[in-house]
């Protein structure tokens, strides 16, 4: 018999759920910038969204954690930081975000914007051989040329300390890892970030326009309008695209080249009516062989018959041989 007398489950659950993030009308660079435009269309009107996995919660909660132990921790070293800096104001029209910590560089008399990002410990390993990922590499930057709106003199290159969650399968003591790389050309973000968020806008026209359609037919307010049809409307994009993947098949002794969703799908917040990405299946569209020619090797795609999907993804001899223990 549990004589506990607190609930302490649902305490932590209340706790978890009113720490999320509420709409603020903005576009986050962390989460808005790369990726899916139809989330961040339907994030930004405000559309239903499913209940959030508890796990997901403490996943998030964890992160936050993490964030401030360690922004803690360097105060106590007497290391010279500045945290949590809010960047929205210096940010494109639309935008916002805000800093995890700015480190000061003696000798370069410059600033160095870094973020703090909990991490499987099986996508370490592929952060050493490729380095931080597209959507950190996206977001340091809008940072950094925010900070570089605000009159400060930075370090030309961005950083992401990625803080691994736990061990893998075949390997442990996996440790945190530092990554770093030079800011996305200015011209290039800033006209991303434009598009994005000029589409969200037209998204919402198209959506409040529709809700005063129906309330001049009906007398009704608009905001009674009964159900999300409105969001669907035509300036809602489509799903994100499926992604190339490639599969070793033994037997065959091949690589099979395959559509599989996209891994944003596995966060999707959405009800399948307004977002389906989630249900997306996998699909094969080809192979690579292994041939010989004039004495060396070459890599061959086949297509898979009835599948016209250019490849962008090959494997090289030297996976070929490995596989095949040439």
Known sequence: MNQLPIDIVQIVEDDLVSNQRPPDDKLHASSDLVGSLRHTQLRFVGAPTVDRELVDSIRLQTGWFWHNHIGNLLVDRGVPVVREFNVTPWMPEGWSGTADWLFWHPEALAWCVTDLKTSKGESIKWKVENGMSVDHHWQLSAYYYA??????????????????????????????????????????????????????LDHQDAMLAERERWSLETGE????????????????????????????????????????????????????????CSEQGTTKIGHYELLMVNGGYKVEFVPRKGYDVPPDKEPTVKEFRRRLKL
């Open 147 to 200: 900070l570089l709106e605000a009159g400060l003199p930075m370090v030309k290159q961005v950083y992401t300390l990625y803080f691994p969650m736990n061990n893998t399968i075949k390997e442990k003591n996996i440790k945190p890892l530092l990554t770093q790389a030079p800011p996305v050309p200015k011209d290039e973000i800033m006209e991303v970030m434009k598009q994005r968020y000029q589409a969200c």
């Open 221 to 276: 307010h608009p905001d009674s309008y009964p159900t999300d049809d409105d969001v669907l409307n035509d300036k809602l994009a489509p799903t994100i695209d499926r992604v190339q993947k490639l599969v070793w098949d033994a037997p065959k002794r091949v690589f099979n080249l395959i559509l599989v969703p996209h891994w944003l799908t596995d966060f999707c917040p959405f009800d399948n009516s307004l977002c389906d």
